[in-house]
T-cell receptor, first 115, second 114 residues
Framework: DGGITQSPKYLFRKEGQNVTLSCEQN?????MYWYRQDPGQGLRLIYY???????QKGDIAEGYSVSREKKESFPLTVTSAQKNPTAFYLC??????????????FGEGSRLTVL | GQQVMQIPQYQHVQEGEDFTTYCNSS?????IQWYKQRPGGHPVFLIQ?????EVKKQKRLTFQFGEAKKNSSLHITATQTTDVGTYFC??????????????FGQGTILTVHP
């Protein structure tokens, strides 16, 4: 089946630790995105990538890092510099980017809890 | 930067009542998308509106895009318990510093009482 796979689904982390969330897609989409979801705040863009080996900061990039070494993969690292990392993280992909951005396909999400 | 405001934040209805959520952008949009997120799930694309004044229907759902391409609405007729979830709009900015950027509204959480 084509789609987006995020792992792990649930993750617990101690303060001061970095953690990496995986996102893999087999839709052959060029653009990939990471969003953070908190109650009452909708979806906020962390990072996005329109092509392999290139990515851009979104609205809340501080304390996060990404890489895009392969078209299929866009992992997100939540670093110890992120002051409030407990949240639901969603990865998405789309066929186009910029003004050609089409439908976003979302993964099932990763719920990170910092203890 | 671009802001997309969505109201109401919460809506509780009795099954069979209608429901409407509204989305307003601070800037002109190239297009607007709507998504539904079931409780515990992930957002799923519903529709995209592109043209000024466009109206699209999907069974009991009616989507509108304003003439100025700065606002949109989603109306559900005769809600059912399966309509429960959070409805998000997402506007694609047509110009300025947020050119080509997709910004999500805060979402409207719909509860349907049987």
């Amino acid at each position: 089946d084509g789609g987006i796979t995020q792992s792990p689904k649930y993750l617990f982390r101690k303060e001061g630790q970095n953690v990496t969330l995986s996102c893999e897609q087999n839709l052959n989409h060029d653009a990939m995105y990471w969003y953070r979801q908190d109650p009452g705040q909708g979806l906020r863009l962390i990072y996005y990538s329109q092509i392999v080996n290139d990515f851009q900061k979104g609205d809340i990039a501080e304390g996060y890092s990404v890489s895009r070494e392969k078209k299929e993969s866009f992992p997100l690292t939540v670093t110890s510099a992120q002051k409030n990392p407990t949240a639901f993280y969603l990865c998405a992909s789309s066929t186009g980017a910029g003004l050609n951005t089409g439908e976003l396909f979302f993964g099932e999400g990763s719920r990170l809890t910092v203890l | 930067g671009q802001q997309v405001m969505q109201i109401p934040q919460y809506q509780h209805v009795q099954e069979g009542e209608d429901f409407t959520t509204y989305c307003n952008s601070s800037t002109t949009l190239s297009n607007i998308q709507w998504y539904k997120q079931r409780p515990g799930g992930h957002p799923v694309f519903l529709i995209q509106l592109v043209k000024s004044g466009e109206v699209k229907k999907q069974k009991r759902l009616t989507f509108q895009f304003g003439e100025a391409k700065k606002n949109s609405s989603l109306h559900i007729t005769a809600t059912q318990t399966t309509d429960v979830g959070t409805y998000f709009c997402a506007g694609l900015n047509a110009g300025g510093t947020s050119y080509g950027k997709l910004t999500f509204g805060q979402g409207t959480i719909l509860t349907v009482h049987p």
